[in-house]
């Protein structure tokens, strides 16, 4: 199943090859990883999304808190966070594409339905710019191969998340942020299957 | 108050000074040489290996047995790959050293310069953090921060990388200002109250409880509080063998060594426990056998500091996330106030438990090779238990450190040497690092010079990092050097014997004669064949005032049991043959 982490750590060189490699060593696909700046001076926020059994959850939490770039880890469910990607797609659109003279004014009816936008247009192509889940945007893509548009390039974030409402986790809250509220964290939680959480390598049934 | 300007070197060794260190273990060269060229301004003692292997390895052994952060120091590029050994010894047992490796000036870093190589990079998956230096401001910054970070939490080694201009720049240098953020263990790294309830819960409804005694209380210094926690309720303690010295080993209660080659009751104790106690420990393939059958009866309280352990092998029912000397202060005044003791009227009495362990030993004392009366041959066990012996009878049990290389003499040492007190054995558990006997034994003498302190290793082993002779004979270390010398590599010819059809391919191992070998470093040595020679060699190597070298011509075919073949439960061991009187060379 897929996991969405979030994970505050330092903005210095070489972190990322930290983080990249306990992946890497624990033999679980990471399927997106975005950085960027966080709300604090020095701190960079990642996103992982990373395909792994369910019970690997916990140790990949665990592993993460071990690195010293590391200041505070959350894992997201898809109901109690915000999670979104944002994708570039070109597709041609000129007199000698598939659907001729037509193809704009399709593209721009696709593009009203599916709220993207059209942020570049010239003679033979059209690029839109759609934000939202994941599966939103694999929708327009899989329309605008469907209905035979060619599509020339794509270009995808990977999944960005943020939990819903007013949480910060209570580490952040011990690091001393103000708006802070108090949310129990059990860790770490007995799986319910038996087995073994070192199996990752194991595909789910 | 106004600071000095410094080069980078001399912070170097400034900053080292500052957190205290006073030996380091290294070997120059040219990406290193500004700082060996600033060395002789500082009160510190540079130990000069033969090989940077053997550098790490002392930093590890120094660490080992004082307690404190072992340092070691290397140049670029090899003298840097020389070190990784070393380092993934350390991060497997999490033994807190600090490398420094000379870089490359860094104009040139990323360019292929001569002996310049990514140590970072290469160190990553071993080190618990690493750092490069480019300037000299950064050098004492990271250099603290290293030390904290090798001490802090669960222990493990870290390298800092520093370039050549860094070393030869200059900077403001402030000790003070430089210290890194106090060390906060991680919020989220606690034990729960609620947890600790449980764990309580747990534990009055247990008969037969189990503590498994590891490597962390050792690191905590934790062996005080789990003795008394032993004492108070009366439970039965099984080490693993880096905890061994964490529990006097002839305390009524002490088990002895858990897993492949522990004795037959403390696996037995383990397999019928309904109670374990993991203090410290990390159920590590080679104290829990097959992880299908491992204790299934026993309810699991998992005292650790490092949470990616908890459920990693073995699935427990509660875990108390912290270090283990405060869970066991936070967790006894709440024992006491739900009356729980072990007393005659309780219903938690153990003494029941205790009888049925002592039962299991059954006729294992008499299979014992000690018990066995002299058949002419000498076997390893006799050594060891005859060093133990000497040892005893000399009241130095507590100022005795054995260092161990790995394979079968490791074993024995542990089945047979008593160790009573904490950090009297370094060992290579986790790694299994052959050749890390002789420098970590080097290590360990330096730290504590009041020891005796003596090199237990295999023919095989020996060989490694036999270069550190030198050393010893450089620095006039009394250290005593036992060879177990079986012709073979031991523990590999004993798992062709049992799993490859006899097969011993490449495992006979020629050596040279090892006295000699000694005699051309100018260390003493003497052959010892017979078991009457053991305790009078022994005896004159331990009380005289130069290393010595005893090569010990032990059964050739001997084996370590029990054994627990891999993939086997852990109370499925192969015992000792009985009687293990005749030999392969009485066939």
Known sequence: ?205 | MTHPTLTGAEILWATLVGEGVTTVFGYPGGAILPAYDALRKFPIHHVLTRHEQGAAHMADGYARASGKVGVAIATSGPGATNLVTGIATAMLDSIPIVCITGQVSSKVLGSDAFQEIDITGITLPITKHNFVATRAEEIAPMIREAFQIAASGRPGPVLVDITKDAQQGTALFNFEESAPDPFRPHPMLRAESTEVSRAIELMRASHRPVILAGHGIIHSAAEREVRAFAERYQIPVATTLLGLGAFPASHPLALGMMGMHGESWVNHAIQQADLLLAFGMRFDDRVTGNLASYAPNAKKIHIEIDPSEINKNVLVDVALIGDLKEVLGTMEPLIHDKSYLADATSDNNTSQWLREIGAMKGDAAVRDIINLPDNGHLYAAHVINDIWQEAKAAGRLDKTIIATDVGQHQMWEAQYFKHEDTRTLITSGGLGTMGFALPAAIGAKMARPDCDVWCIAGDGGFQMTASELSTIGQENLHINVAIINNGFLGMVRQWQEAFYDKNYACSPILSPDFVKLAGAHGIPGAHVAERKDVTPTVTKARTGSSPFVINFSVEKEDGVYPMIAPGSALHEMVLRPNPLIETAEDE
């Open chain 1, 1 to 205: 199943m897929l996991h969405t982490f979030v994970a505050l750590v330092d903005d210095k060189p070489g972190t990322l090859t930290r983080v990249a490699s306990l992946f890497r060593r624990l033999n679980v696909n990471i399927v997106s990883l975005t950085v960027g700046e966080s709300e604090r001076d020095g701190i960079s926020r990642m996103t992982i999304v990373c395909d792994a059994p369910e019970h690997a959850a916990d140790r990949i939490r665990a592993s993460l808190y071990k690195l010293e770039s590391t200041r505070d880890v959350d894992e997201l469910g898809r109901s109690e966070a915000v999670i979104r990607e944002l994708c570039l797609i070109k597709i041609a659109a000129g007199p000698n594409s598939p659907h001729g003279q037509h193809s704009r004014s399709q593209i721009f009816e696709l593009a009203n339905v599916f709220r993207a936008r059209v942020v570049d247009l010239a003679p033979e192509s059209i690029m839109l710019e759609m934000t939202g889940a994941a599966s939103k945007i694999e929708g327009l893509l899989q329309v605008l191969r469907e209905s035979n548009f060619e599509i020339l390039e794509v270009s995808r974030t990977g999944r960005m998340a943020m939990r819903r409402g007013h949480h910060t986790s209570r580490v952040l809250k011990a690091l001393g942020t103000k708006t802070a509220e108090d949310t129990p964290v059990a860790f770490p939680d007995r799986p319910d299957t038996d087995d073994l959480p070192n199996q990752f390598s194991e595909h789910e049934a």
